[in-house]
Every structure is written in C-alpha cells, then in structure tokens.
C-alpha cells in the first residue's frame, strides 16, 4: 500500500491529513514551552519504563508531516 491508497480509504486528502498532523505537532510543541519542566521530566525520569518519550513523538509527527507532504 502507498501513502495515496490508505488516504482514499479514509476518504481523506494529504492536505487534509497534513493538516491535523500539524496541528497535533503545534500543540505538543506549545505544551513543551509551556511546561518545560514538565516535559523534561516526563522525557526523562518520569518515563516510567516506557520505550518512547515525548520527544520521540515530536520527531514521529515531523517525520509523519514531511512523508504526507512530499504524497502532495
């Protein structure tokens, strides 16, 4: 499958897509300047065990923004 055949199948555009991802990415980076602390703590010693931090997502949801950009 391609990047086109699945957002047919949710009866989307990359536009569309882009958008939310976007959108999803704003808002996690407004949490992180606004709680910065936080966030540190929630990427480090809060992780709780986890394989995967805040950060990581940030990376994941640029990534995702770039992909679905460059299927325009």
């Given at each position: 499958m391609d990047?086109?055949?699945v957002l047919e199948m949710d009866n989307a555009?990359?536009?569309e897509a882009?958008?939310?991802l976007d959108a999803?990415?704003?808002?996690l980076e407004d949490?992180?300047?606004?709680?910065?602390?936080?966030f540190s703590f929630l990427c480090g010693e809060g992780r709780r065990g986890?394989?995967?931090t805040l950060v990581d997502a940030a990376s994941a949801l640029?990534?995702?923004?770039?992909h679905v950009?460059?299927?325009?």
């Open positions: 990047l086109n055949t555009e990359g536009s882009l958008i939310a999803i990415a704003t808002q949490y992180r300047a606004k709680y910065p602390n936080t986890s394989d995967f640029a990534d995702a923004c770039e950009a460059e299927g325009e």
